[in-house]
């Protein structure tokens, strides 16, 4: 089984300062690079409102087409349409990329662990934000050990 990509972006105070901003091209990098379908997953439902809106007015001669969806959507796996989605929760059976916005890191499918996985899903590429202060970088350390563990493929990027 090939190991889930995990890429953690440590940001700059200017990119940390418009951290919508820095999403929204994220996420446009992902679908413009890859046939992966994007969740943006956080357990904030103000700071996903926001995502939401600012996927509305990202371009200027366009948006990026979305969902949001609640903790009680049903979406079967192959029916990821549009291909970028805003949760609360990882869908299930979800493969494509994730946009890791909550605090802990994903427990992915695997027999090595008894935990149990996020939602029988198994991304094939997580990102991950880590901004400019103590508690994130804590945060980011936290998850880069718990990714380790899972046998994932970690990466950083200074942005």
């Given at each position: 089984m090939t190991p889930v990509s995990v890429s953690f972006y440590v940001l700059s105070e200017n990119k940390a300062q418009d951290i919508l901003g820095f999403v929204c091209s994220l996420t446009q990098t992902v679908i413009d690079k890859s046939e992966l379908a994007v969740v943006i997953l956080s357990d904030d439902s103000a700071k996903l409102s926001q995502i939401d809106d600012e996927l509305w007015d990202f371009e200027v001669t366009s948006?990026?087409?979305?969902?949001?969806?609640?903790?009680?959507?049903?979406?079967?796996?192959?029916?990821?349409?549009?291909?970028?989605?805003?949760?609360?929760?990882?869908?299930?059976?979800?493969?494509?990329?994730?946009?890791?916005l909550t605090p802990k890191a994903l427990v992915l499918n695997s027999e090595n662990h008894s935990q149990s996985p996020s939602q029988n899903s198994n991304p094939s590429r997580i990102l991950e934000l880590v901004l400019p202060n103590e508690q994130s970088t804590a945060l980011g350390r936290q998850k880069y050990q718990a990714y380790k563990s899972q046998g994932c493929k970690l990466q950083h990027f200074k942005v």
């Open positions: 948006f990026i087409p979305h969902q949001v969806l609640d903790d009680n959507a049903n979406l079967e796996p192959k029916n990821f349409s549009p291909r970028v989605l805003l949760s609360p929760t990882l869908p299930n059976g979800f493969s494509g990329a994730v946009i890791n």
